[in-house]
């Protein structure tokens, strides 16, 4: 484990978080800045919004900008659906929304070019990261400034992703040491495998608002000033 001054831990430099929530891809859903997920993946498609800026085609993606858009998909093939078209009789995309980039038209024509390659939605060009199926808060506090943060988090992130999300508030988070409980938290494990429990389940099962409770952890201040 590389240290930076008093404080072992990743090289934030360098550091690529491996799962994005639901309302992270959801921000991101202007031409200018466009995420979507599908089949448990998100993916960034500024680069091919700009590459076919302008084109009619790129409508059915602008329009699901920062959404899921699994249901496009066969989960076993990790295709576009298909169909049978009504018209040939041949089997084609199924594009309710209209073709869009890459899907080739339903009857031969002159103007349509095949050259570019694998289609954008196969291959991971564009791939950014996992989409957390599972999701929870976590109550962040500073034990020296008294300041606290509410995050949501995906479930399977490791305590240095998380840390990752909370540089925002506090630049120098790493500087400190990460305590639920009274015990140290191992910053390699996930919440749940620092022993804080997603107990939302146990919540809807007696019928209460799992709002009502959000784990906290403390941050308490090394002497060291390392800034991420």
């Not at 990752?164 to 409980?181: E, F, G, I, V």
């Not at 022993?195 to 389940?201: A, K, T, V, Y």
Request: proline share 7%; glycine share 6%.
């Amino acid at each position: 484990m590389p240290r930076r001054g008093l404080v072992a831990g990743p090289e934030f430099d360098y550091f690529h978080r491996r799962y994005f929530t639901p309302s992270e891809v959801a921000e991101h859903n202007q031409p200018e800045d466009l995420w979507v997920s599908y089949l448990g993946y998100v993916y960034n498609l500024t680069p091919l919004v700009q590459e076919f800026k302008g084109d009619l085609l790129l409508k059915p993606i602008l329009e699901v900008a920062g959404q899921d858009i699994s249901h496009w998909f066969d989960p076993k093939t990790k295709d576009i659906r298909k169909h049978i078209d009504p018209l040939t009789g041949c089997l084609r995309y199924r594009t309710p929304r209209g073709r869009f980039v890459h899907v080739p038209p339903p009857l031969p024509r002159s103007d349509w070019a095949n050259d570019f390659g694998k289609p954008w939605w196969k291959g991971s060009n564009y791939q950014v990261g996992r989409l957390s199926a599972k999701t929870r808060n976590i109550r962040i506090i500073n034990t020296l400034t008294s300041q606290e943060h509410t995050l949501q988090v995906g479930a399977l992130e490791s305590m240095w992703e998380i840390l990752h999300r909370y540089l925002p508030y506090n630049a120098h988070a790493a500087s400190y040491t990460w305590k639920y409980d009274g015990k140290n938290l191992n910053m390699d494990h996930t919440l749940e495998e620092n022993g804080i429990r997603d107990e939302e389940e146990e919540f809807d099962y007696l019928n209460m608002d799992s709002t009502l409770h959000t784990p906290s952890i403390l941050l308490y201040f090394n002497d060291d000033l390392t800034e991420l």
